[in-house]
């Protein structure tokens, strides 16, 4: 209690602060207090003895205590009037209390009028360390005598900072800040990182460096400080308990702190059940709680099996809902099956029994699942096992009970969800004590009812859930809270996730009546946070090691550091200054780092840079990284590289030498030249240095969808397209489609068929008089000169594949809005058209939705629902269009080329755009990199970045000099376009012109500028 005269103000009918009156705005406080009073049954306060009384002649001795508030003094006080009182305290300056002790300080003296922080010289102990100097105010006036008790300062950085803050030196350094940090002995590090992974995976190396450097030094002698164990709990098991490297290094790791991460497979598995019996099932929640281990152990499925399930769930729609009678409970009718498991299952079983090509209604409302073959009957059976169970655990829970009654449902339960191994067994044993605590609660009061949310909560308080228990003091590396490791000495100390989200702010509660106007001694959580770090300085005998963001995880810039951090790295710079110079080393303090693990500076394959300086710390040739697969990854790269000196650090990635035999092909399709110009660093990263990247896969949504989102709208239309040119009316495509899911329920979806059908109409009587006339397959081919293959002794690269046409025209429909990209296969199979059959006038219509046009017209003008664009190659003559089909095909060849060997910023979209203003540009440069290769490569770059980046002599030969890598790659390009491509029927509306420029611009008009199908 801070101010108990208050409490027993408000008791006796008062409404002050202790001290004046409260004001109107918190006059709500005292009443409730004296409403909860009276229903308690208390009617006045009363003051106990302090002591009992046969302790009263004892020796009383207080440890380890840091922070005293007046009520704290005043016990202390009345102690020592009868015995002797021995206060061992965590102090933030040597001698404090003496010095306290000169001045006069009265007890209740408001903070406002003896501010003390003001008084120290150090500027991290004025920030920090006020409620300790407070503590030692209030200590002083009850002290008879006070003495301090220090040890000498390591002769290390971390020696000299403890040094400078017991001292409270303020030695202004004559070194610029950021030399002096440069000037450190690796005793106190500071890891700026790129996001919670980074960190963790720095964390475990440099507390690898720091063992393999002392072999005195033991894993028991580390503790590490996790500001949110929560968020950083997932990753320390997999990261730092790993085995690493030849000799199987490893970290070995205890959580002290008992939080959710913490829990036993046990209790997780336990509350996720009732979790799901008492919300809605969501796909991702039963995913996610028949991935547990206890779970799938009990109903016998594989891993594999787990990720089969999910494809097949997702594919399926499932959203949420048992079934629809569980969906009632959320106002659902009963007739909407859609989205819930049970449908799903109702789906597999008759996939398993009737086998179709396509889908078709098998059974009422019913269509088979097609995507499963046998080997999956046994997977769907123990899906069907676990439904069924989830199902009448739901049915017997959703009323209350008694606490015998959910003793047997608890008891049920374990026995059909849970298994474990033998050794873990004693976790199914507490939650056999569970179940018998609650069988002796229903023998006391045999008619008490309780629901199953109250249920739920008595289970996951009575279940013991902190794992390793036995480890906890073993020989491992102990991590808890900042605030469960207060002041615990180590030799090293590291504080994991140093950064401003966990700390506090100045701002008060506005209903904390002691924060308006405090007095010394009284709660301050920001000071008594702050003095929390000061006591982990102290705490550390050799090692502070520390880790933050320093960098975007997305963009990778320097992010601001916590304010906390800035004040630190001056209090460090400050303790440096106190060294001799001869006596200093050359470590840095702050140590940026990577945004991959795998990069070469982690192996010692590059030297240190501003950006990563990692090598400082270590010796010569050393690696950073102890992970041996981040390590293969670099090497692999590294002996790809070529010889041109070209090196990463310039450009941002390697130049990768020319392919080797068995790289080479002798044969393509049209798609390879397709990929090549529209994602050509695709095939940088999967086709050469063999990495195939994951998929942004967005996760399932589990809401019953009141519209389909942009993504399933675009699918549901080009499915629609599709089945129509294969001959299927729009009613018996719409019929299967409903019963494959994934629309919206009843008139809803009746809304969506409405839209997508007029827009599919649209396109198709667009292309009517083109498909009138029957498709037919057009094999095709071309040889082209090839630089891969001349290297290897000749040949020449054969382009092989078949063009769909419509008599002479190549037609192209996209259920999407018009985009330049949509161009590029019709002009590629133009151009080997061409080749193949150079008689023929070969035509391509591309058609797409219209963009929706905003007007602010009160009656605007009616949008052509379509745009479409027709073209044929340039060229009177055979030989000619054969010219220009040739120079199409090269220019693919070419870009296939160059992008096996460096990374081209050719993009799908913002390349075609180098016409539109800046922001247009930018905005569709931005939809381009988020392809997860584009991310990997160009790691979040602007398209200023991007206008800035030069041209490599080696690799970009033939551009225009003076452009950039983006601008050169794009204008050769549409450059090629615009010489190859007349342009018949532009997709893009001519824009007007202001009055009296029709004339300097019709004088001015050329047929290449027709070509770009645009006019700005």
Not at 315 to 341: C, M, P
Request: net charge negative.
């Amino acid at each position: 209690v801070h101010r108990p005269e208050m409490i027993l103000d408000w008791n006796a009918g008062k409404n002050t602060d202790g001290n004046s009156e409260l004001p109107d705005a918190q006059m709500w406080q005292p009443i409730l207090w004296r409403h909860l009073y009276s229903r308690l049954g208390m009617t006045s306060a009363t003051r106990a003895p302090f002591v009992k009384a046969e302790f009263q002649n004892a020796r009383v001795t207080f440890f380890g205590l840091e922070t005293f508030s007046r009520a704290k003094v005043e016990l202390l006080k009345q102690l020592g009037e009868n015995q002797d009182v021995k206060v061992l305290h965590l102090s933030p300056i040597q001698g404090i209390i003496s010095t306290c002790r000169a001045q006069d300080f009265i007890v209740g003296e408001k903070r406002r009028e003896q501010d003390l922080a003001s008084q120290v010289k150090n500027p991290l102990l004025r920030s920090w360390s006020r409620s300790g100097l407070e503590s030692a105010a209030l200590l002083s006036t009850i002290a008879t005598s006070a003495k301090s008790v220090s040890t000498d300062p390591a002769t290390t950085v971390l020696g000299a900072l403890q040094n400078t803050l017991a001292t409270d030196a303020d030695q202004s350094p004559i070194e610029k800040q950021s030399e002096l940090l440069k000037m450190s002995d690796g005793s106190v590090q500071i890891h700026l990182c790129h996001g919670a992974t980074r960190q963790v995976e720095v964390m475990r190396d440099s507390l690898l460096h720091i063992l393999k450097s002392d072999s005195s030094l033991r894993p028991r002698d580390i503790l590490i400080l996790c500001t949110d164990l929560e968020k950083y709990a997932p990753l320390l098991e997999p990261v730092m308990g790993a085995r690493l490297g030849a000799d199987g290094l490893k970290l070995p790791i205890s959580i002290i702190e008992k939080s959710n991460v913490t829990a036993t497979a046990v209790a997780v598995a336990v509350d996720s059940l009732l979790a799901l019996v008492t919300g809605r099932c969501t796909v991702l929640e039963v995913i996610e709680t028949l991935s547990l281990e206890p779970v799938r152990e009990k109903f016998g499925l594989e891993e594999d099996e787990i990720a089969d399930i999910s494809a097949w769930v997702n594919q399926l729609n499932v959203k949420w809902g048992i079934d629809s009678e569980h969906r009632t409970g959320w106002q659902y009718a009963t007739e909407f099956e859609e989205g819930t498991w049970q449908l799903a299952i109702d789906r597999l079983a008759t996939g398993m029994m009737l086998q179709s090509q396509r889908i078709e209604e098998h059974l009422p409302g019913v269509a088979g699942f097609d995507d499963i073959s046998g080997s999956d009957i046994e997977t769907v059976g123990k899906l069907f096992s676990f439904h069924s169970a989830l199902k009448e655990l739901q049915r017997v829970s959703r009323e209350s009970h008694t606490a015998a009654d959910w003793a047997g449902i608890l008891r049920k339960a374990a026995e059909t969800f849970l298994a474990v191994p033998k050794e873990d067994k004693q976790h199914l044993r507490d939650l056999a004590s569970v179940v018998g605590r609650l069988e002796s609660a229903g023998e006391i009061a045999p008619n008490a009812e309780f629901s199953l949310s109250e249920f739920r909560e008595y289970v996951a308080e009575s279940i013991p859930s902190i794992r390793q228990g036995s480890m906890k003091w073993g020989d491992v590396v102990r991590v808890a809270s900042p605030t469960r490791l207060r002041g615990v000495s180590a030799r090293v100390i590291a504080v994991l996730g140093f950064d401003e989200d966990a700390f506090h702010g100045t701002g008060a509660n506005g209903d904390d009546i002691l924060m308006r106007d405090p007095r010394l001694g009284e709660r301050d959580r920001r000071s008594d946070e702050r003095l929390g770090l000061l006591t982990m300085i102290h705490s550390a005998r050799e090692k502070l090691v520390i880790t933050c963001n320093g960098h975007d995880i997305n963009n990778n810039k320097a992010i601001p550091l916590a304010v906390p951090m800035e004040e630190l790295k001056d209090a460090i710079a400050l303790a440096i200054s106190t060294i001799p110079t001869s006596s200093r080393d050359n470590k840095p303090v702050v140590i940026h780092h990577s945004r991959q693990l795998a990069d070469p500076v982690n192996i010692a394959l590059e030297s240190d840079a501003t950006s990563k300086n990692v090598q400082s710390l270590l010796s010569d040739d050393e690696p950073w990284t102890f992970d041996n697969s981040a390590v293969d990854v670099v090497n692999q790269i590294a002996k790809l590289v070529g010889a041109e000196g070209a090196s990463a650090e310039a450009f941002g990635y390697p130049i990768l030498p020319p392919p080797i035999e068995k790289e080479i092909r002798t044969e393509v399709r049209l798609q390879d030249f397709w990929d090549a110009i529209r994602r050509p660093v695709d095939i940088y990263i999967n086709q050469r240095l063999g990495v195939l990247l994951p998929r942004d896969e967005e996760a399932p949504e589990d809401d019953l969808p009141l519209w389909p989102n942009g993504l399933s709208y675009s699918e549901i239309g080009r499915e629609l397209l599709g089945a129509i040119q294969e001959g299927e009316t729009a009613p018996q495509w719409k019929k299967r489609k409903h019963l494959s899911g994934g629309l919206p329920i009843g008139a809803l979806a009746a809304e969506v068929w409405k839209k997508v059908e007029e827009e599919v109409s649209a396109i198709l009587q667009a292309a009517k008089t083109i498909l009138d006339c029957p498709p037919t397959a057009v094999a095709v081919g071309a040889s082209l000169p090839d630089k891969e293959l001349e290297s290897m002794g000749g040949g020449e690269l054969v382009v092989v594949d078949h063009v769909t046409v419509h008599q002479e025209v190549v037609l192209r429909m996209n259920f999407a809005t018009w985009n330049r990209r949509m161009r590029v296969l019709p002009w590629l199979q133009l151009a080997v058209l061409t080749v193949q059959q150079p008689d023929v006038v070969w035509k391509a219509v591309v058609i797409a939705k219209a963009p929706k046009v905003k007007s602010t017209a009160k009656e605007p003008p009616p949008q052509e629902p379509y745009y479409s664009e027709e073209f044929v190659l340039k060229g009177e003559t055979v030989e000619e269009r054969v010219a220009s089909a040739r120079r199409v095909l090269e220019f693919a060849n070419e870009i296939r080329t160059r992008a096996r060997r460096v990374p081209l910023p050719l993009f799908e979209s913002s390349s075609w755009l180098l016409d539109k203003s800046p922001s247009a540009l930018g905005t569709d440069l931005g939809y381009d990199l988020e392809r997860p290769a584009h991310e990997v490569v160009f790691q979040g770059r602007t398209l200023d970045e991007f206008r800035q980046e030069p041209l490599i002599d080696s690799m970009d030969l033939g551009l225009p000099a003076g452009l950039s890598r983006f601008e050169a790659y794009a204008t050769w390009m549409t450059d090629t376009w615009t010489q190859t491509v007349h342009v018949l029927k532009a997709a893009e509306p001519v824009k007007k012109k202001a009055a009296g420029s029709a004339k300097k611009k019709k004088a001015t008009q050329t047929p290449e500028a027709d070509a770009t199908g645009m006019e700005d």
